[in-house]
């Protein structure tokens, strides 16, 4: 079936620039998140919806970041005025709600920023 | 998050059975055991999760001790595509945000 699908799968962009990464959760699926991934890392917790709303956004780095969700569907993370830090794989869940599990990951989108 | 305890890492025959443990030990008793793996390149994929009782799905069997301090993974019949690294999270309150990941156990499936 449908899994969590991101786009775009990787992302290079000059310093500086702004970044939009998208994800479709599964279908139903009411709760959404974002990790960050640095190469070799563990997994860095961004930030989750339920439904459109997010209720914590302490985790999001910096206010550089962004994210948003619409329809109680798909959600954009949205990176302003990237910096070379910024570079890692952004993942994200879905489950069918925030607080059941499992939740089901996609594969990404590799974030480089040059 | 209960904390838990995995080997940093563990080889494997291709088609044996591998075997990966997990201790935690300050797990409570509404907390379930749930294991993910990823694979080089790919977001983490769930596997199996278990209370008590021992769980069997199509991708693994997980054995959980009577006292509930420790499991073990196992996969059947490991394949090279098996080789990835392999976590095992016990969620506060089983459901609780985020997801925390710790160094997991990396398995290699060797031919």
């Known amino acids: 079936g449908a899994g969590v699908s991101q786009s775009p799968s990787n992302k290079v962009t000059e310093k500086g620039k702004d970044v939009e990464l998208r994800c479709d959760p599964i279908?139903?699926?009411?709760?959404l998140y974002w990790y960050r991934q640095r190469l070799g890392q563990g997994l860095e917790f961004l930030i989750y919806f339920q439904g459109n709303s997010a209720p914590d956004k302490s985790g999001l780095p910096s206010d550089r970041f962004s994210a948003e969700r619409t329809g109680e569907s798909v959600s954009t993370l949205t990176i302003q005025r990237t910096q070379q830090e910024d570079s890692a794989v952004y993942l994200c869940?879905?489950?069918?709600?925030?607080?059941?599990?499992?939740?089901?990951f996609g594969d990404g989108t590799r974030l480089s920023i040059l | 998050d209960a904390k838990t305890t995995q080997p940093p890492s563990m080889d494997c025959a291709e088609g044996r059975a591998a075997n990966l443990p997990c201790n935690h030990s300050t797990i409570s008793g509404n907390e379930y055991v749930y294991w993910y793996r990823q694979i080089h390149s790919q977001g983490p994929q769930y596997i199996i999760h278990g209370l008590k009782n021992n769980e069997t799905n199509e991708m693994a069997s997980l054995i959980i001790t009577e006292d509930r301090k420790s499991s073990t993974l196992i996969l059947p019949h490991a394949t090279l595509r098996d080789t990835a690294v392999y976590y095992c999270i016990v969620p506060f309150n089983s459901g609780n945000t985020p997801l925390v990941f710790g160094k997991g156990t990396r398995l290699s499936v060797i031919a």
């Open positions: 869940a879905s489950s069918l709600a925030v607080r059941q599990l499992p939740q089901h």
């Open positions: 279908s139903g699926h009411t709760a």
